[in-house]
């Protein structure tokens, strides 16, 4: 059959929406299955191309040029290139990918393809698909690629758009080498700004103290290498960049780039630049593109076309970074895709939903629909059997569609449901769907554009997973997982009723059918398990009557023959022929058919049959697979997850057409389906989401089972043509299937449960219990609601029976009842179990059965979760507390809320133990070899008493220098390293093991002071409680309710109360298990039988009436005595007393009164002891309290020291980390500048071999340009026998050219945006045609001059002709010589920026040796320094140490004593100073003195010169008698002075008397002031109103009264001017007066002198 037969597709239906491209400007193309579809926009013609491989994979075209390719699917995979229409295969490409590849393009300006594979190279490669050689490749290069597109103006630059990232690839060439180099877009953050890149290369050196050391890269701190690190760590540390969804080239070579997040970028290729055109996190953003509008991008003349959001696209115009609105489209659907046509006349939209819409903005502004098929996967088809050859398909959206025979969508209905199963009936237009609730939908076909739903039935609570009809169209047969089969029958006519069901044993995995008209059959094959089959025969005559089936719609044994066969081998689908059954078998990858026998009708159903297969040929590679026979059952068709379609006859399956329908990669078929003729076969891929009709062809000598299949078709419609007609009349009076309740479906009624009965009536209960528990779910299946039914009915039929039941059962259940009150009030002797009234001991038994396997089941899921818990706390418990060699706890104190905790502590392990002492070890050989080193040095340069003196030292300041304080507190180790001399990393980790034992023995140290104060309030407790005892005693004594101090140690002090729950923590009610409640039965029984057993002592209870239980009275007792009074007081009044009674009495009051003293004198002892115990335990208490008080300053002290080795462990831990990380970034510097060296050599070993292609290329150039010279030169040479200005004429015309470049442009009318190529060598060849073409024009004989004859002419064309291709070459290789010379240069500046790298690395090497280096040798050290000690300011919190230096306390010391010896020479030379400069005060002052003495001698000189003198002080000057007129001028003054005091004396006495006038007259006046002052703010009212009413009344008066009053002024101001100036000159007359009279009376010593 193979060799004779073939599969043709006829048409192929599904969108996937994942590719469409333009392949010229009125097609479209996609691929669809296997398949390229292509779509004529005009006609909306479809055509086909099968793949000539396994699969479509990537694809991609080009409407320019007319050519597309598309991968295959399968492992290292060919691109085929095909030019359009001719659908001609041009070349097919094996590259080197090997599982698939992720985008392939199309250059314009040549036979350039560009594409990427997937993992595990990926590899990206650019084809020259015309001669199928890749011109260059980059591997590893498209991680993340989803598209690669050409730039339409320049070939040379391929735009590679990632996930998550951007980059431009330029293909830089020179000659015939091409290599491809990346250009890497910055894409902004996500909130727009531009980030820096992060270089993960560098580490950085801080100046700040105290000094980490390095500050290194992120790859160092990982410890991370290569440049997968490199990449790891930038994504890890880089800021969140845009997600690039779209791109697109504009006409200046540059890219828009549209975001996920809604921006729209303008990338520059050559620059690497990024502006934001459009960002939607401004405030001035435009609203309508803010929400995704930039998920599609293509370029038209005025701007820029975007794909918005729910179908909006926008035609935007971009000026300047502006961007603007200018049109605005809203389509039904959401759009995906916008593209234009090469043409630029047309704009093309295609939606995720399956529609493709086109607009033609030159002719109109009307959005056209070209294409409308749902887009989804396929999950059922089948042909109909009318004449029409209608398809039907269902999708896994619910929709139901109609085709025609030519692939036209007729008609769809959305069925609202999940779908699982199709099958078409052969005796009506109608098809019955399966869904996933358990439905069989009928849908009514007739109406081919509206299909309609007339019914459905509920049949499963399971997905309805199979529907088949026989061929005859009797039975529909439905199964599912639940091993029900119904048989429903398929006339409309009869309403689609359910005939009956079968049950199988197990789930359903295949059903087939077998109508045999000859023994009037239907034979139903149900494949249950993988090795078990069932034969079901059916009567074709109508199954009615309760014959056929019992009550429940169970089929009976009568009409329904069973026949169970087992296989040897699992098998995963099987199909049920005439008397042979077809399977397939998973493990074995075969096809296989069974024989099955004749006779089986004397075999009961339970008995199994074995069955071998007949024969086996080879099947599918890939599985699961389904078979299905032709309805003429001469083929057997297969279909499975390898995508293919084989087609077998089952006379001989050997042989068989196949048919790769569809794909592999994505699930292969689903479903297969034949024509009513056998001739046309329906598959539907699983996710591919295409519907394949294809068409059977068959030649040669077995073309006439195509006949036989026409005759099969033909007798089988003439048999069904009546019934048909018939039937599909009647279906089409149908009804819709209205939105009510289904027909044949019942709902279940609600069923009446009684209340809630005494708890005395234990026997009580209703049929509604057994309604209760099988009450069907709220929506029933037909065998729910059957059953229903016949419930019903059975309560319709048997309710008197019933009733009297009840009333009977009433009554005997009240009858019991009273039996049981009255068992309740007899003895105990007479008295009956409960359980010996109970009736219904089977029902009692049930009952107490389900109770029981409930309680099971709680019990269970109890254990379960016991067990889990106690799972949970072993595990806790062994983690946290056994493991714990001392448990944690606390001691709180008795009067406050402070508490001390201890230190829970794990036993160290061995290998700890094991790593201290081996350091420990090392450290006592070291500390041996530098004690004996040191002793001969100290031997040889020191005396004993230096030594001496330097011990102590040291042990005076080891506490500062060490760090910390566990030295002071007897916990250091002496074999920890100075902190001075960690240079390695091995000392270091040496260093953090003794310092963690040093950590291990405070916390140890500590714990035993703790369990020593445990004790010790353990012990306070215990007396506590013994006081308290005491107390209590006396308190009962004494008759008092005071409450006593008790206190207890709480959980914290006593952690292991927590592991154990007493009684008194359970609340519930304990649960006994039988054995215990025998046990605690027994053991009361023995406590009555001790208790008996005691009897009636009367001796032991007259002690206690008598004497308390007691022999003798002790001193306790005291104060319970009472002397009884005597009989005669209360007998006789005290009248009739006697006298040896009254004296009875006195002693009775002498008694009682010397009791009360002494119970008196016994009751204060008692308080005393009382307050003397409370006391003692306020006082123990308190003692506990200071001594714990205690306890915590030194574990504070316990926790500063800890914790200052524990800083001092992170300090050195770190220190290795960095270390660690110095030596990680040193491995780095060092591979990253090997692998440099290495670039930097092949660059230079690639520059070298481009210099010498060059120089070679350059000399040929050369010989080039000389020919072309020659033939120049040459020329009149050529043309020696030709005259001279003919000649002339010739050159010209040999130097004539035609204007190549500007005929194009004029007739060339394209409206394409990118007209300009790249001028490159590699279109050199186009050129030179087109030089030729134009050539031919000027060749021609009417350019011919006309004095030239035609042998000159065709010689000089040819000369010229020649010149034209030698100009030609030279152009060419002139270009070539170029892009040559700009390929070594590019070479050269890539050299010379290796060799940069390469001098930044081994400077970055340099200088990290330096400062591992100076990290080594600067230690951080850790010093204790009292607060005097630490001149920093602290304004913060921590004080900042950075520009702080450490100094020695000697230091400080003598730098102090230096300072002091010079503050007191400053003191001592200040002191001097001062002293001399107040000298030179003193001095200054002196001289100013003298000086001033010497200018008062001066002016006494001059005034004795001047003084004048009368005849009576001449007459002194002449006497000689001074003394006694001395003498009597003395007595003179004395008398004067005493004469001035007494007068002194009496005007003081009279001034005081004036101040005490003054002070009586100034209180008067105070208190007058006072009283005027109470009446003042009543006389300022008073003034100020008639103020007002003056100066209303008399403001003019006033105003001339003004105006006299300055007149007076003026005039009296003028008068004394003149009296004044009138007595300035009388004034100066007489003084000059005077003077003349002086000069003339007293003449100067002078003048006389000189007379």
């Known amino acids: 059959m193979d060799g004779n037969g073939s599969l043709e597709v006829r048409w192929i239906r599904g969108f996937p929406n994942k590719s469409i491209e333009f392949v010229d400007n009125e097609t479209v193309c996609y691929k669809c299955g296997n398949n390229i579809c292509f779509l004529n926009l005009e006609t909306q013609k479809q055509n086909v191309l099968q793949s000539p491989g396994r699969g479509v994979g990537a694809f991609t075209a080009n409407g320019t040029n007319g050519n597309f390719a598309f991968s295959e699917e399968k492992l290292s995979p060919s691109i085929f290139v095909y030019i359009f229409p001719e659908l001609e295969l041009k070349n097919e490409l094996k590259g080197t990918a090997q599982l698939d590849y992720t985008s392939l393009t199309l250059s314009t300006g040549g036979p350039y393809l560009g594409c990427c594979s997937s993992f595990p190279d990926h590899i990206i490669t650019v084809w020259n698909w015309e001669n199928g050689e890749p011109i260059c490749t980059q591997p590893q290069a498209g991680k993340d690629v989803i598209s690669l597109v050409f730039n339409p103006l320049n070939w040379i630059q391929l735009c590679a758009l990632g996930n998550q990232s951007l980059t431009v690839w330029n293909i830089e060439k020179s000659a015939s080498f091409h290599v491809l180099k990346p250009s890497v877009i910055e894409l902004p953050a996500t909130d727009g700004s531009f980030v820096e890149r992060l270089v993960a290369t560098a580490h950085t050196v801080s100046d700040r103290l105290p000094y980490f050391g390095l500050e290194m890269p992120p790859s160092a701190i990982s410890g991370l290498k290569g440049d997968k690190a490199e990449s790891i760590v930038t994504k890890l540390c880089t800021k969140a960049r845009l997600t690039p969804s779209a791109i697109c080239w504009t006409s200046t070579s540059e890219l828009y780039v549209g975001c996920v997040e809604g921006f729209l970028l303008l990338v520059d290729p050559e620059s690497l630049s990024v502006s934001v055109i459009f960002n939607p996190t401004t405030a001035d953003a435009i609203p309508e593109l803010k929400q995704r509008n930039f998920q599609s991008l293509t370029l038209h003349r005025n701007g820029l076309i975007a794909v918005g959001k729910e179908g909006v696209v926008h035609s935007l115009q971009i000026k300047a970074a502006q961007i603007n609105i200018t049109q605005t489209w809203q389509l039904e659907r959401p759009v995906t895709t916008v593209m234009y046509s090469p043409d630029y006349e047309t704009l093309l939209f295609s939606s995720n939903t399956g529609q493709i819409y086109v607009l033609n903005p030159t002719r109109s502004d009307k959005i056209v629909k070209v294409l409308d098929v749902l887009s989804g996967n396929f999950l059922a088809a089948a042909l109909s059997h009318s004449d029409k050859n209608i398809c039907v398909s269902v999708r896994d959206s619910g929709v139901l569609q109609l085709w025609s025979a030519d692939g036209i969508c007729l008609g769809s209905l959305s069925l609202q449901a999940e779908v699982t199963s199709l099958a078409c009936c052969p005796i009506a237009q109608y098809a019955a769907v399966g869904t996933v609730s358990g439905n069989v939908l009928f849908i009514d076909l007739n109406r081919e554009q509206q299909p309609r739903l007339v019914h459905r039935i509920h049949l499963y609570h399971t997905p309805v997973d199979h529907l088949v009809f026989d061929q005859e169209g009797h039975y529909l047969l439905t199964g599912s997982s639940d091993s029900y089969i119904y048989v429903l029958d398929a006339k409309p006519s009869k309403k689609f009723s359910i005939i009956g069901y079968t049950v199988v044993t197990g789930p359903i995995l295949s059903l087939s059918t077998q109508c045999i008209r000859d023994c009037e059959q239907v034979k139903v094959l149900a494949q249950c398990t993988g090795q078990e089959l069932t034969v079901l025969s059916l009567p074709t005559r109508e199954l009615s009557g309760p014959d056929c089936v019992d009550r429940r719609g169970c089929l009976s044994t009568h009409i329904l023959n069973l026949s169970r066969y087992q296989v040897p081998h699992t098998l995963e689908s099987c199909v049920l022929g005439v008397s042979e059954v077809f399977a397939y078998c998973q493990k074995r990858k075969t096809l296989q058919r069974f024989e099955l026998p004749q006779d089986t009708d004397s075999l009961s159903s339970q008995q199994v049959v074995q069955l071998k297969p007949e024969q086996e040929v080879r099947g599918h590679p890939l599985g699961p697979v389904s078979l299905i026979l032709s309805p003429h059952q001469s083929w057997l068709a297969s279909v499975g997850r390898d995508g293919l379609l084989l087609i077998r006859e089952t006379a001989s399956m050997e042989r068989y057409i196949e048919l790769q329908c569809h794909s592999c990669r994505l699930g292969g078929v689903r479903s297969v389906s034949f024509s009513a003729d056998s001739q046309t076969l329906l598959t539907a891929g699983f996710k591919d989401g295409s519907l394949v009709c294809s068409d059977l062809r068959i030649k040669g000598a077995d073309a006439g089972t195509l006949n036989e299949a026409t005759k099969y078709s033909q ?60 009450a069907p779910p709220s929506d029933p299946t037909w065998l729910e609601s059957r059953r229903e039914e016949i419930i019903k009915e059975d309560n319709e039929q048997y309710s008197d029976t019933k009733k009297n039941l009840r009333k009977t059962i009433k009554e005997l259940r009240d009858n019991i009842q009273e039996m049981m009150r009255e068992n309740e009030n007899l003895p105990d002797i007479e008295r009956l179990e409960q359980q010996e009234f109970n009736l219904d001991v089977e029902e009692q038994r049930r009952l107490e059965a389900m109770m029981e396997q409930e309680v099971t089941r709680v019990r269970n899921e109890v254990e379960w979760e016991i067990s889990a818990k106690r799972y949970l706390s072993d595990v806790l418990r062994r983690e946290c507390w056994d493991s714990m060699k001392v448990k944690g706890k606390a001691i709180q104190a008795f009067h406050s809320e402070q508490q001390v905790k201890n230190y829970p502590l794990k036993e160290r392990t061995d290998k700890e133990v094991e790593d201290l002492q081996r350091v420990q070890i090392m450290r006592k050989i070291e500390m041996a070899a530098c004690t004996q080193s040191g002793l001969k040095k100290t031997f040889n340069t020191t005396s004993v008493k230096e030594e001496e003196q330097r011990e102590e030292g040291h042990d005076a300041e080891s506490a500062d220098v060490t760090g910390s304080c566990s030295a002071q507190l007897g916990c250091s180790n002496p074999h920890i390293y100075d902190q001075f001399c960690l240079q390695t990393t091995e000392q270091r980790i040496n260093q953090i093991i003794m310092l963690q034992d040093v950590i291990y023995r405070i916390k140890t140290a500590f714990n035993a002071d703790f369990e020593a104060m445990h004790k010790q309030k353990v012990q306070e407790l215990n007396r506590v409680k013994d006081r308290n005892r005491h107390i209590r005693e006396i308190m009962l004594e004494l008759d008092m309710r005071e409450k006593l101090w008790e206190p207890s140690l709480t959980t914290s002090e006593q952690p292991e109360r927590l592991l154990t729950v007493d009684d008194s923590e359970i609340r519930a009610e304990k649960y006994l298990t039988p054995e215990q409640k025998k046990e605690e039965e027994r053991r009361k029984l023995e406590e009555q039988k001790r208790s008996a057993s005691k009897g009636d002592n009367i001796r032991d209870r007259a002690l206690d009436y008598m004497m308390d239980g007691v022999l003798e009275v002790k001193k306790e007792d005291i104060l319970k005595m009472e002397i009884p009074p005597p009989e005669f007081v209360l007998s006789k009044p005290g009248i009739q007393w006697s006298e040896e009674e009254k004296k009875v009495f006195k002693e009775y009051e002498k008694k009682t009164k010397d009791l009360s003293e002494e119970k008196e004198k016994y009751k204060k002892s008692m308080e005393t002891e009382m307050k003397k115990l409370q006391a003692s335990n306020r006082e123990a208490a308190e003692r506990f309290d200071e001594t714990l008080t205690k306890l915590f300053e030194k574990k504070v002290k316990c ?117 300009e190529q790249r001028l490159c060598s590699s279109l050199a060849p186009d050129a030179l045609g087109k030089m030729l073409k134009a050539m031919e024009e000027l060749d ?199 004469f001035q005091e007494k007068t002194h004396l009496q005007s003081v006495e009279q001034h005081m008397k004036k101040i005490e006038q003054l002070n009586r007259q100034a209180a008067e006046k105070a208190k007058k002031n006072k009283t005027v002052e109470q009446q003042l703010p009543n006389m300022q009212v008073t003034v100020a109103e008639r103020k007002h009413i003056h100066e209303a009344i008399a403001s003019e008066e006033n105003q001339v009264t003004k105006t006299e009053e300055r007149y007076q002024e003026i005039i009296q101001r003028r008068n004394l001017e003149d009296f004044a100036r009138a007595q300035g000159d009388e004034l100066a007359f007489l003084w000059a007066e005077v003077q003349r009279l002086r000069m003339k009376n007293f003449p100067s010593l002078d003048q006389l002198k000189h007379n």
């Not at 080039?1264 to 005259?1283: G, H, S």
Request: charged share 35%.
């Open 715 to 774: 007798s089988l419609n003439h048999f069904l043509k009546k019934i048909f007609k018939t039937e599909n009349i009647i279906l089409i009076k149908l009804p819709e299937w209205g939105q009510g309740s289904p027909a044949g479906t019942v709902k279940p009624e609600e069923s009446e449960v009684g209340g809630g009965a005494d708890t005395v009536d234990v026997t009580e209960q209703d049929e509604s219990y057994n309604s209760l528990l099988f």
């Open 1199 to 1315: 926790e500063m020291a800890i914790y200052q080795e524990e800083l001092k462990i992170t300090y050195l831990v770190y220190s290795v980390l960095v270390e660690d990380e110095m030596r990680n970034r040193e491995l780095e510097l060092k591979l990253k500048l090997e692998k440099t060296l290495a670039h930097k050599e092949e660059i230079r070993e690639e520059v070298k071999k481009h210099e010498e292609e060059l120089e070679l290329f350059h000399e040929s150039y050369e010989s080039i340009v000389a020919e072309d010279k020659v033939l120049d030169k040459e020329f009149r040479k050529e043309f020696f026998d030709v005259r001279s200005h003919v000649v002339d004429h010739l050159y010209k015309l040999f130097k004539c050219r035609p204007r190549v470049q500007k005929m194009r442009t004029q007739t060339d009318n394209s409206s394409n945006l990118f007209k």
């Open 1340 to 1538: 021609a004989p009417e350019n011919m001059p006309e004095y030239v004859s035609p042998q000159i002419w065709e010689r000089f064309c040819l000369v010229r002709r020649a010149k034209v291709e030698s100009e030609q070459k030279v152009k060419v290789k002139a270009l070539t010589s170029a892009e040559m010379h700009a390929f070594v240069q590019k070479r050269r500046d890539e050299e010379s920026t290796a060799q940069q790298e390469i001098k930044n690395l081994s400077d970055r090497l340099e200088s990290l040796h330096k400062e591992k280096n100076r990290f080594l040798k600067d230690i951080m050290v850790q010093v204790l320094l009292k607060q005097g000690q630490v001149e920093v300011s602290t304004t913060d919190l921590t004080a900042d140490y950075t520009d702080s230096v450490l100094s020695h306390r000697i230091v400080v010391e003598n730098l102090n004593r230096t300072i002091r010896t010079l503050g007191e020479q400053k003191i001592a030379s200040m002191v001097e100073c001062k002293d001399f400069r107040k000298g030179i005060i003193q001095l200054l002052w002196e001289h100013r003195m003298m000086g001033m003495q010497i200018e008062d001698f001066n002016t006494k000189a001059r005034d004795i010169q001047m003084l004048r003198l009368s005849e009576e002080q001449q007459d002194y000057l002449n006497k000689t008698d001074r003394d006694s007129r001395v003498s009597k001028q003395v007595s003179i003054l004395e008398k004067t002075i005493a």
